[in-house]
């Protein structure tokens, strides 16, 4: 089993910048990929972003490339969701994932964490 725990989640400003935190625990070895993904009131969780542990590799979907970034601390079995330039239709559940390989389908991820809310203000 792994274990995934979000945080960093809050309310800010059209404009500004959040960082989120996921931190995993157990039997992480058995997962490659870290990945992101939102669910906003109403509509499907969909993806953000994710990174191979080992290769670095990242992808991104379309409607945040050059406004997130995600990062990885294999130390602390961390990975980060830097998000800048912040729009209201940002607002969402935001949610990070683990499983075998970067992918946009979320149920290739065979675990996720509780969410952390993200509201972007107008």
């Known amino acids: 089993q792994v274990q995934l725990v979000e945080s960093g989640g809050g309310l800010v400003q059209a404009g500004g910048s959040l960082r989120l935190s996921c931190a995993a625990s157990?039997?992480?070895?058995?997962?490659?990929?870290m990945g992101w993904f939102r669910q906003a009131p109403g509509k499907e969780r969909d993806f953000v972003a994710a990174?191979?542990?080992?290769?670095?590799?990242?992808y991104y979907a379309d409607s945040v490339k050059g406004r997130f970034t995600i990062s990885r601390d294999n130390a602390k079995k961390t990975v980060y969701l830097q998000m800048n330039s912040l729009k209201p239709e940002d607002t969402a559940v935001y949610y990070c994932?683990?499983?075998?390989?970067?992918?946009?389908?979320?149920?290739?991820?065979?675990?996720w964490g509780q969410g952390t809310q993200v509201t972007v203000s107008s």
């Open positions: 994932a683990a499983g075998p390989i970067a992918t946009s389908q979320r149920n290739m991820y065979d675990y």
């Open positions: 157990g039997r992480t070895f058995s997962s490659n990929t």
């Open positions: 990174i191979n542990w080992a290769t670095w590799y990242t």
